[in-house]
């Protein structure tokens, strides 16, 4: 079983779309982390989500929303598709709300804005 | 303000050789300190994370790391190395108490037979 997971695996879309990606983790974690890699493998993180209430809000425009309909489920909508927003997006979990605890990721969604 | 440095971003290395990743990060407060491994195609997964304690830290797959308070710094190291290992390799670091969480830029080792 896999432990996070992301839907879609690729996303190819226009500009000025709007789009959604899905994570689901089945580890019990309290704790989902959405980021996102630029193609120079730089990660930074975006969001982050503790027992469905947000903790961490990055520099990230609000295009972006996340949202949390259970612990177990994050899933991120971005509004207005930029050539920019174009990146690998990974969701990540955490037993816990505490940045010691290890993260355990998702295989990733590869956006590619056209 | 808080950074993480990965001074190399491609390591070649023969097969059996050891290896050394470089990360230094800057920070004034007390940090945490992780290494996370992407192989192709895939999402990270931790190696090794530094808490408290000893400083020197081992990880999986024959992994260890050295944090060094003096020098902020924090290498990842492996004396002989296998094929693969090759992968990309993410220092992190973790400021608790002000809830960031920072990567590195990331080093491609390429591991040669």
């Known amino acids: 079983d896999t432990a996070v997971s992301q839907t879609p695996k690729y996303l190819v879309t226009q500009m000025g779309n709007d789009k959604s990606i899905k994570c689901e983790q089945n580890?019990?974690?309290?704790?989902m982390y959405w980021y996102k890699q630029d193609s120079k493998k730089f990660l930074k993180i975006m969001f982050s989500?503790?027992?469905?209430?947000?903790?961490i809000n990055e520099t990230v425009p609000n295009r972006f929303s996340p949202k949390s309909p259970d612990k177990a489920h994050l899933n991120l909508h971005i509004n207005s598709l930029e050539l920019g927003d174009s990146a690998v997006y990974f969701c990540?979990?955490?037993?816990?709300?505490?940045?010691?605890?290890?993260?355990?990721f998702g295989p990733g969604t590869r956006l590619t804005v056209l | 303000a808080q950074s993480v440095t990965q001074l190399d971003s491609q390591v070649p290395v023969f097969e059996e050789a050891p290896v050394e990743l470089r990360c230094n990060y800057s920070?004034?407060?007390?940090?945490?300190l992780f290494w996370y491994v992407q192989y192709p195609n895939q999402g990270l997964q931790l190696l090794l994370k530094?808490?408290?304690?000893?400083?020197l830290v081992k990880g999986i797959n024959g992994f260890e790391a050295e944090f060094n308070k003096s020098q902020t710094s924090f290498h990842l190291r492996k004396p002989s190395v296998h094929i693969s290992d090759t992968a990309e390799y993410f220092c992190?670091?973790?400021?608790?108490?002000?809830?960031?969480?920072?990567f590195g830029s990331g080093t491609k080792l390429n591991v040669k037979p």
């Open positions: 992190a670091v973790s400021e608790g108490n002000f809830n960031k969480f920072y």
């Open positions: 920070s004034s407060v007390s940090v945490y």
């Open positions: 989500y503790n027992n469905k209430e947000l903790i």
């Open positions: 580890l019990g974690h309290d704790t």
């Open positions: 990540a979990s955490s037993q816990e709300w505490s940045l010691y605890n290890e993260q355990f």
């Open positions: 530094y808490l408290s304690g000893s400083t």
